[in-house]
């Protein structure tokens, strides 16, 4: 069964500086793709990047980048210059590439607090 | 481009009455999920839709919940009686296709039950 585990309940941040929210998961699967979801108090999630296994180069959204650790299953989420508007609920969620059932297995997630 | 929409955003009733969700997914998406998410957890899948066809619903509580998607469009989720652990949001999720990396979600239904 595939599990996704994030050990940072909360963190803060000082605005305009840089945080790593930590991800690791457990998987049996060599193709799957991991996310980090947003999710503000509006309760909608809102996707903030993605990396396909396979893909050995770190995915890079704008401010947002990841350190994808295969071998380690670890996916750690870098926020650069961070933003109020960053401040929210960010989960960890894990797919597997397979056709059919392939629904998100999330993380308990990380509230994140930007500090003016 | 419209969003997943759900109804209503917020619902309050007593245990053991009976509750409906609605969702209605982004035009032209063939899959939708729906996933519960208890207060500070993450989301769990609840049941995957493909069309109008069931493809899992392992973590359906079905001696009390039922799902329906008439017509591969618009889903149903409902609660028949409902426990006070029930109390949740119910977030609808729609993709292109199943295996299509995006799904969207809706802003989901916050359940009380007392």
């Known amino acids: 069964a595939q599990t996704v585990t994030q050990s940072q309940p909360e963190m803060s941040v000082q605005e305009a500086e840089t945080v790593t929210l930590s991800c690791t998961y457990d998987t049996s699967e060599s193709d799957y793709y991991l996310f980090w979801y947003k999710q503000p108090p509006s309760r909608q999630m809102i996707l903030v990047i993605r990396q396909e296994a396979y893909k050995q180069q770190n995915a890079t959204e704008n401010r947002f980048s990841v350190n994808f650790q295969k071998a380690a299953k670890s996916f750690s989420l870098k926020i650069s210059d961070s933003q109020l508007g960053d401040a929210a609920m960010y989960f960890c969620?894990?797919?597997?590439?397979?056709?059919?059932?392939?629904?998100?297995?999330f993380g308990t997630g990380t509230r994140l607090t930007v500090i003016p | 481009e419209a969003g997943v929409a759900q109804s209503p955003r917020y619902k309050i009733i007593e245990k053991r009455q009976s509750v409906a969700f609605w969702c209605n997914p982004i035009?032209?998406?063939?899959?939708l999920y729906w996933y519960q998410q208890i207060l500070g957890q993450g989301p769990k899948l609840l049941i995957q839709f493909q069309n109008n066809g069931v493809v899992d619903d392992s973590q359906l509580p079905k001696d009390r919940f039922s799902a329906e998607r008439l017509k591969g469009v618009d889903s149903t989720l409902k609660i028949q009686p409902a426990k006070l652990e029930d109390s949740a949001v119910y977030l609808c999720a729609s993709s292109l296709q199943g295996n299509s990396y995006e799904q969207y979600f809706g802003p989901g239904t916050r359940l009380t039950v007392t």
């Open positions: 969620a894990y797919r597997r590439e397979k056709a059919g059932a392939n629904n998100l297995f």
């Open positions: 035009s032209g998406h063939a899959t």
